[in-house]
């Protein structure tokens, strides 16, 4: 069975400071990484995904994350971070299998302030 | 192009009551998922249609809850009768691709 761990439930930073929001996940089968972000009285937004290939993926809006198969893990990183990034951000694996469900972690929550 | 739409946002219900709780996927995806999230919670799966079949009920807590989705279009989820534990939010998401899968705002159930 496969499971997925947020080491954080609450990150505060200040606005312009680097943050990392900690993913590691447990599978003995490979696995599609995700991380899903939802703003205040949102849905959730598919933020970025590793499938196969390079193992460090980018979203639009600066954020990175870089798949480690030795450390299990999917860490999320930006450099220097916003007001608006303020949001509840999950981790996910799926089996990469066709239509398998998402397993999540319980969440991150992000604060920005000034 | 419209998104995942779910209906109602909020329901607020009785200990023993019935509530239905519905979700219109994106036009075209065959892949309908239901999840979970109970207060300070993970977010957990409860089924999987494609188009109108059960790929995947595993998630489902109890014979309390009935997923149908008539036609491989809308689907709907029932909960009858309601227990306090069903409170939570209930998201809804639909994909053409497994690995990207587009979820709704969201139901958010009380049960009193």
């Known amino acids: 069975a496969q499971s997925v761990t947020q080491l954080d439930s609450q990150v505060p930073v200040f606005e312009e400071a680097p943050v990392e929001l900690r993913c590691n996940y447990s599978s003995s089968v490979s696995v599609y990484l995700f991380w899903y972000v939802q703003y205040p009285n949102q849905g959730l937004q598919l933020l970025l995904k590793?499938?196969?290939?390079?193992?460090l993926v980018e979203s639009i809006n600066g954020f990175e994350a870089e798949f480690n198969k030795s450390q299990t893990s999917f860490h999320l990183r930006k450099p220097s971070v916003h007001i608006s990034d303020t949001a509840e951000y999950f981790c996910?694996?799926?089996?990469?299998?066709?239509?398998?469900?998402?397993?999540f972690g319980k969440g991150t929550t992000l604060s920005v302030s000034s | 192009e419209a998104g995942v739409t779910q209906f109602p946002s909020h329901s607020v219900i009785e200990k023993g009551q019935t509530v239905t709780l519905r979700c219109d996927p994106i036009s075209g995806h065959d892949n309908l998922y239901w999840y979970r999230r109970v207060m300070g919670k993970e977010i957990k799966f409860l089924l999987h249609?494609?188009?109108?079949?059960?790929?995947?009920e595993s998630g489902m807590p109890n014979n309390r809850f009935l997923a149908e989705r008539t036609g491989g279009t809308y689907s709907t989820l029932k909960v009858q009768p309601a227990e306090l534990e069903d409170s939570g939010v209930y998201f809804c998401a639909s994909s053409q691709y497994p690995w990207e899968q587009y979820f709704g705002p969201g139901t958010r159930l009380t049960v009193t």
């Open positions: 590793y499938l196969s290939g390079s193992t």
């Open positions: 249609f494609v188009k109108e079949s059960k790929q995947d």
């Open positions: 996910a694996v799926s089996v990469n299998q066709a239509g398998t469900a998402l397993i």
